[in-house]
């Protein structure tokens, strides 16, 4: 008995069915490895998307413990680890030991007006770049329509408000600040919220420089008592200021100089900047709060994430 070869037809078509599967195989193959991969990518996503969750409700948390009102900067348990890579960090400052820049320019008192003038100088301003700024600043704010002689009330797309400041950020939008704007953390050193003086017990010795009459003897000797034994500010060791009087011999001023100075300094301003950073793993996300703590109902005034 004889039997005859498959036909050529036959194996071409055997051929290209064998091409079909084996192109089919390997399309379901990259399609398996692409879903597996999407899969992959979907689980470090949701993952991630839980941790960024987790750090920023550890800020609030962190926000939460120091808005009560019996809660300080030298309150224990502003720096918690539950374990988990979870926990939070919170920093405690007064507002106080910045410029409030709304209290120095009211009212014109040009006992002020001279501090704001001299940290602008020392921000490296000239004295025209400082009295062109500080004119078109009191354009800005004040209520008429009447320009000063640098200053400018009305120009083409610019327009002076005539109302406060709502923001320190809003300065840079006043025309002759670009001096000041390009200077390296000017924003940080300034703020609208604090109760106008400056706060003797937070300001760093930059600040205490520009009060009338304190000389840097006298600067660096009441910084090193105010910050206790170990040097650092904000610790438990810190001495207690509860009244401006309680300075006054530290500061080794008379009471004819301190009498020079009412109105223009304070101690414990209760004006808070509240920083509070929650972490979740590798993941950190952070809170800024500015908050009049008195009495026992605490007023944000702003809130920063």
């Known amino acids: 008995m004889s039997f005859s070869s498959p036909s050529k037809s036959n194996r071409s078509h055997r051929g290209s069915a064998l091409l079909l599967v084996l192109w089919a195989l390997l399309l379901l193959s990259a399609a398996v490895f692409g879903f597996a991969k999407w899969m992959q990518q979907d689980i470090q996503l949701h993952g991630e998307a839980n941790r960024d969750l987790e750090a920023r409700e550890m800020a609030h948390s962190g926000i939460a413990l120091a808005l009560h009102p019996l809660v300080s900067k030298l309150t224990p348990g502003l720096e918690e680890d ?9 920093k405690i400052v007064s507002e106080g030991g910045k410029l409030n820049i709304s209290w120095l320019i009211a009212g014109e008192d040009p006992r002020k007006l001279d501090i704001l003038k001299k940290w602008l100088e ?20 004040d209520p008429d329509s009447l320009h000063r002689l640098n200053g400018v009330e009305d120009e083409g797309d610019y327009h002076a408000p005539n109302r406060p400041l709502q923001s320190v950020e809003e300065i840079a939008q006043i025309r002759g600040s670009e001096a000041l704007t390009r200077t390296e953390g000017w924003k940080e050193a300034l703020t609208i919220y604090s109760q106008g003086p400056i706060d003797l017990t937070a300001a760093d010795p930059q600040l205490l420089r520009l009060i009338p009459g304190l000389s840097e003897a006298q600067i660096q000797r009441f910084v090193t008592f105010r910050r206790g034994r170990d040097g650092i500010d904000g610790t438990l060791d810190d001495p207690e200021f509860k009244k401006l009087e309680d300075v006054q011999i530290f500061l080794g001023i008379t009471p004819a100089q301190f009498k020079e100075l009412g109105g223009l300094i304070s101690v414990q301003d209760q004006t808070m900047h509240i920083t509070s950073e929650g972490h979740s793993g590798n993941v950190y996300r952070q809170v800024e709060v500015v908050v009049l703590k008195t009495g026992g109902n605490p007023q944000i005034l702003s809130w920063k994430e």
């Open 122 to 141: 020392s921000r490296g301003l000239s004295y025209n770049e400082r009295e062109v700024f500080l004119d078109c600043l009191l354009d800005w704010v």
């Open 82 to 90: 539950f374990g988990g890579g979870l926990g939070y960090k919170v």
